[in-house]
Every structure is written in C-alpha cells, then in structure tokens.
C-alpha cells in the first residue's frame, strides 16, 4: 500500500510539474506577444497563479521523504485559484463582459440597500444566537420536545451568521427554535427576506439591462454593416474605419465608439 501510494503520489507531482510548466510557456508566450498587456489584471492574476506552482513542485522535489503537509496543503488550496482563469476564456468572454458591465451600472445603487442588509444579517444573527442561548436552558427543563432550539449550531454570531444567509434566503434550514427565536422568524419573514433581497433585484434588473443594451448596440452594428455593402462605393471608402469602429464597440472587447 505504500509502494502504491508513493508511486502514485510521483505520477501527480510529475503531472503538476508538466501543468506548470505549460503554464508557464503559455504565459511567457502571451506576455512576449502582447508586452502591452503585462499590467493588466488577467495578465498580473496568471503570473500570481504560477507562483504557488513552482513553490509546490520545488517543496516536493526537495523533500520527498520529509513533506510538510500543511505547506502543501496551503500550496494546493492557492492553486485551485487557477479555475477563475476560466472567465477569461474567448467562449465566455462576451458573457462575463457583460456581467462586469451590469455589476458596473448596478454598483452606484447598491451602497445603502447593501449596508441595510448587511445590517440586518449581522444584527439578526447575533439576536439569534443571543436567544437561543439565552432560553436553552428553559426550554430543557420544560421537557417539551416541542420547545427545542438550535443552541448547539449557534454558539458563536458567525456559526448564526452562517444559518441566517440560508434563512434570509427563504429557505429554513433548521425549523427548531426556542418560543423567543420563534419571534423572530416572524420577523424575517414578514420584513428580513424582503430587505435583504433590495440588492438582489437591482443587480437582476442590472443584467436585464444590459442584456437588452447589448442586443440593441449588435443589431446597430450588423444594420450598419448592410447598408455599408449595399453601397460598394462607400464601403470601400470607409471599410477600415466602420471595421474599426465595430471592433472597439463589441461588448466581447468592451471598448467604446472613438
């Protein structure tokens, strides 16, 4: 089992070691291609991604009898950052362009209705938790099984704060309450859900719009370029320049019309 084990274990730090370096191709590559890129984001965010990488591959090749098992752990854990690298692929690239630019229009009116739901999650957390312990011992000396709460699971406001995301969501993950937390479910029901929700409708209505303003600005564009063939005089005048145009204005490279 342990021959396995090892031999197994050498199989993945080869395989990592051949990831990284084709990382690192690919990087150096795209870096020598567009040198003017190299401080932009997706650029810095990939050198960042390399990182952890090396250091894993350098950690195990140097101690293969002695690892340490937190550092490689830590290690792996970073590297799993490399998945966001997925919203920078061409297939998505119109899509996630366009949720940079809803949450860009959402953002100026997501400041207050944010702080007020951030309120009543951390607020309503700590009463939660407050309750609950509070009351715990009352409902067990009444020996009503129906009177049993959730102390156990709300020992601290970030153990509730976890259980109170779920149930400002409508869902109720836990249905057994003390009499006064009881109380307060009314009140999310009635009043927490609703507020918490005020940012999540401006940012659905922040995609809604722009989804329909890039619906609107592709069907310009394709009008514009039938009306520029229609016309082979023209069309061959200001080819290069409507070309132009149209590439910076396509949501897939987020430019703007010059």
Known sequence: GTTVNTELKDVLLYFEIACTLIFLFEWLVNSLAHPYQLCGFWSFFDFLCLIPGVALCMSELHNRTNAREDLESGLQGIIMLRAFRILHFPYFRREVHMMYRALKNAAPYLARPGYLALNVWIFSSAAFMYLENKYEDIEIKSNDPRLKGTAEQMRSV??????????????????????????LCIFYVAFGIAMFSMPVGIIVEAFQSTIQTVAREELDIKSLMESINANPDQAERTRRSIHWQTFLSHPVFGGEWP
């Open 158 to 183: 970030p153990e509730a704060m976890y259980w109170c995301c779920i149930f400002l969501t409508g869902e109720w993950a836990n249905v057994d309450f003390t009499f006064a937390a009881s109380r």
